[in-house]
């Protein structure tokens, strides 16, 4: 009984905490669409970036968009966030998809007044299409390059 009594004063008290956190906490605002080219340094290619930025405000931005390479490549969902420090902009993007098993991780860092700088890759694939083990062959790539802001199409 005595127990009963402590969880009907506590519930209250509990539900209060959690409302009073809620009102505090920060509404995500949309700061917009951005495109941008990413130059390989070894001249291998050009991949197009086109991001959806939100903002949870202190600097933290959420990314959402995609990843297009030149050719007959089907574009590649992407996923990050970046963060604002000392005039720059620092960003890490996944990227997957297909043909195969394929996944980018993307290291970005660029000037916040131009929004263009430098990036590094890492990217993990297995374009492998006969039978094992030619299937079953996994590859890594490092790159880096060049990210410049673009007009988006």
């Known amino acids: 009984m005595r127990t009963l009594k402590y969880i009907y004063l506590l519930l209250p008290l509990m539900i209060l905490c959690i409302c009073v956190n809620m009102a505090d906490a920060q509404e995500a605002k949309y700061i917009g ?3 941008f080219t990413m130059t390989s340094s ?3 290619s050009v991949e197009t970036l086109q991001v959806g930025v939100l903002s949870y405000g202190e600097g933290h931005l959420p ?5 297009t390479v030149e050719g007959p490549f089907l ?3 992407t996923h990050g966030s970046a963060m604002l420090f000392n005039g720059s902009v620092l960003a890490t993007l996944t990227a997957a ?3 195969g098993t394929f996944s ?3 290291y970005l860092q660029g000037d916040l007044a131009t929004l263009s700088g430098i990036y590094t890759v890492i990217e993990f694939y297995n374009i ?3 039978p094992p083990p030619q299937r079953n062959q996994y ?3 490092t790159d880096n390059g060049t990210i410049t802001r673009i007009t988006c199409p």
Request: proline residues 12%; aromatic residues 16%.
């Open 63 to 67: 990314l959402d968009g995609k990843v």
């Open 139 to 141: 590859f890594t790539l």
């Open 75 to 77: 574009p590649k969902p």
């Open 97 to 99: 998809g297909a043909p």
């Open 33 to 35: 669409e951005f495109c």
């Open 128 to 130: 492998g299409t006969g």
């Open 42 to 44: 070894f001249g291998s």
């Open 104 to 106: 980018k991780t993307y």
